[in-house]
């Protein structure tokens, strides 16, 4: 059975280069797309409705959190998919991307009816966000199947990150053309739109890929842990989700994470509140337009790619978060200095901002493929599924709440999307709140994540110094036989001494 399943395409390993890093990465189309849809466009979109700032805040909230905890489980589902027939014969991870790229054209296009429910955009929203979860949780694992070398892994997840940063140009450009012609429909069409570019990437992507081949030593680890019930399966999932927090590396990544993409959501929730409303003179396409300029994060994503291999991330990390700290305090000064339509002063700032933000997107998720090897020499595991699942319920929480806590603050301050529509009908004292929260939140996550970051110590020599070690422990190696250098690294990137390093019995 195991030979023929490796003759399959899902488990044929092919040459990693950059045409197959971009037909990987071609999911990340609609990955980064949606990410900027949700804090973007969906908090307008919703206010446009008529619908109050809380319950706007509400629906990306409530929904978050819901999808959050079903995306904590399944990629434990995936991770054990293999023992059905269906994950045996289309792929453990594969099968849900098809599955969820299916149930994605369905939906998508569903949430841009108009409505004054607050309700009916909540669970579309929340069908949206389970089938999502469904295509980039196990997509999200492929670099860590498709190959174990640095720079091979390197080159899938930059690439990802370079459509990442497509997606979210090609959201906003398509999003300022169609509102331009001022159609009443225009949410509608773009929605429409988008569903085409990302479902025709999403199916490509999951035919370029593959699954680690089911070798007789990967069938062995597989077979060799007890099929558990239902009640079994979940005291398995929770302690193995509980296990992540012991492996110091993934604590350390998962906060840089969390605090640098709640300080990006903050951004993109109230740019075009503050924009619209706190500056005087600008258009209500406006917003979209500097959004649009998200094209230039392709540039630093560019240079990225090769700052990853010789500078490593914490380099990345300092340069993209002061980058984008600079241009809030850009913004400041914009809102400080009362310029009417202050358009080309926006257009500077805002280029420096998406130049902070293609490297601030970028770094995380070429680090992650990395946080599975730590965990493995530690546990003698294979939880890349889990890995991804935790790191996306936090980042859905935060998210959540990022979103929760504009839509409330803005109902605070008396904010009223229905009546304050301009700068000019807008108190002053609501204008200057708008700004606060727009401004000095992002500041002070990305200030927190810049001082997290400077300790990080996952980089491309511990990795191969770990790769190595790996190697020499899977081929039968003796654990008495390691090198000091080894043993330090080793301790450093798990925060565990050696001995307990690669127990007996694997922790799948």
Known sequence: MAEKQKTSWVYTPKAINTRRGLLYGLTDLMGGGWNNIVSGVIFVFVLSQGISPLFTGAVLGIGRIIDAVWSLFFGAITDRFYRTKLGQKYGRRHFFIALGGILFAILFPMFWISTSSWQYYLWVYVAIEVAISMILIPWETLPTEMTPDYKKRTTLSGSRMFISAT????????????????????????????????????????????????????????????????????????TDYLGTFKNKSFRKHLLVYLLSFTGKDFYSTLLPTFIVIG???????????????????????????????????????????LAIIVAMLGYFVIYLTGINNPMWMLVIVSIIYQLGRGILEF????????????????????????????????????????????????????????????????????????????????????????????????????????KAELQRLEEGGSKADVTLETRQVVELLTGHSYEKCWPDQADI
């Open 167 to 238: 997606g979210t140009a090609i959201v906003f450009f398509t999003l300022a053309v169609l509102k331009s012609f001022n159609n009443p429909n225009a949410y509608l069409y773009t929605g429409i739109t988008w569903t085409v570019i990302f479902v025709i990437a999403i199916f490509t992507s999951w035919r370029a890929s593959w699954e680690r081949p089911l070798t007789p030593e990967f069938l062995a680890e597989l077979d060799a842990q007890p099929r558990l019930g239902f009640s079994g399966f979940m005291k398995k999932t929770v």
């Open 279 to 321: 500056l005087s003179g600008t258009s209500a396409n406006a917003p979209w337009v500097l959004q649009a300029l998200s094209a230039f994060g392709i540039l630093s994503i560019i240079a990225a790619v090769k700052l990853m291999v010789t500078r490593g991330p914490k380099y990345l990390f300092t340069l993209s978060y």
């Open 363 to 466: 770094t995380p998720w070429n680090v992650f493929p990395f946080i599975p090897d730590v965990d493995r020499i530690f546990t003698h595991g294979d939880k890349a599924g889990v890995y991804a699942s935790v790191m996306t319920f936090f980042r859905k929480s935060t998210g959540a709440l990022a979103t929760y806590i504009a839509g409330w603050a803005l109902e605070e301050i008396g904010f009223n999307s229905t009546t304050m529509t301009t700068h000019a009908n807008t108190p002053l004292g609501i204008q200057h709140g708008i700004m606060l929260i727009f401004i000095f939140v992002p500041i002070g996550l990305l200030a927190a994540a810049l001082i997290a970051a400077r300790t990080f110590k996952l980089n491309r020599a511990n990795h191969d110094i770990l």
